[in-house]
């Protein structure tokens, strides 16, 4: 069946490090690729999805592409930040189900001044 | 903004109690989840709603009931609650129907945490 692997946390980071965190997906069809991200104490929420191959999703200065060919969605960022210091989700829309989305286990990320 | 809200933040039962977890949606979305958040295992599907009614397991259904008797609500029910049903529990929701493919943004819920003793 789809899954999504991460990379284990916890990242540990200095401030304006470059940040990148990996996932790769096994699906037998054609999903959509998304980041969630949590913050302590609080429900996820979606940081930026690419739903087709080449894709590539942005926003708050991170970024991922959607490549078919390594089915990965490796999560970057070219200078963190402390208050970027969270839980951070892939997950992909299932194959048959395309409402279900399915979850890697997180990374959690935790970036000192 | 879309807002989802559950009923509690914390809550702490006895082995054995029924437990009712509430989740509210205030932008009529067709769709709704449960899921349940442990260390290590990611978010894991317990049921999704697609409409009133409507109830589809997901990958962890045992132990587990749900209630969707009005479109902006969805309730989650532990029959009787075992302390392996300790865990955080968040609610999602999404507007599009399945048939019409699916690949929009899940809105979830602050999350209730659950310690069963």
């Known amino acids: 069946g789809d899954s999504v692997t991460q990379m284990e946390g916890p990242v540990t980071l200095s401030e304006e490090a470059f940040l990148t965190i990996n996932c790769t997906y096994t699906?037998?069809?054609?999903?959509?690729l998304f980041w969630y991200v949590q913050y302590p104490g609080e429900g996820l929420q979606l940081l930026l999805k690419?739903?087709?191959?080449?894709d590539k999703g942005s926003n708050k200065g991170f970024e991922a592409t959607y490549r078919k060919e390594t089915t990965s969605f490796h999560l970057e960022k070219g200078s963190v930040q402390v208050s970027d210091s969270a839980v951070y989700f892939c997950a992909l829309s299932g194959s048959y189900n395309t409402d279900k989305l399915i979850f890697g286990t997180g990374t959690r990320l935790q970036v000192f001044p | 903004d879309v807002k989802v809200t559950q009923s509690s933040r914390y809550l702490v039962k006895r082995t054995g109690e029924k437990v009712f977890l509430e989740c509210v949606q205030d932008m009529d979305h067709e769709n709704m989840f449960w899921y349940r958040q442990d260390p290590g295992l990611g978010l894991r599907l317990i049921y999704f709603?697609?409409?009133?009614?409507?109830?589809e397991k997901g990958d962890i259904p045992e132990g587990y009931s749900v209630s969707r008797e009005k479109k902006e609500r969805f309730s989650l029910i532990l029959e009787s609650a075992s302390t392996n049903q300790t865990s955080m529990y968040l609610c999602?929701?999404?507007?599009?129907?399945?048939?019409?493919?699916?690949?929009?943004?899940?809105?979830f819920g602050p999350g209730t945490r659950l310690t069963v003793l």
């Open positions: 690419a739903t087709k191959a080449d």
């Open positions: 699906a037998t069809g054609y999903p959509s």
């Open positions: 999602a929701s999404l507007h599009t129907r399945p048939s019409a493919g699916g690949q929009g943004e899940q809105f």
């Open positions: 709603s697609y409409d009133v009614k409507m109830k």
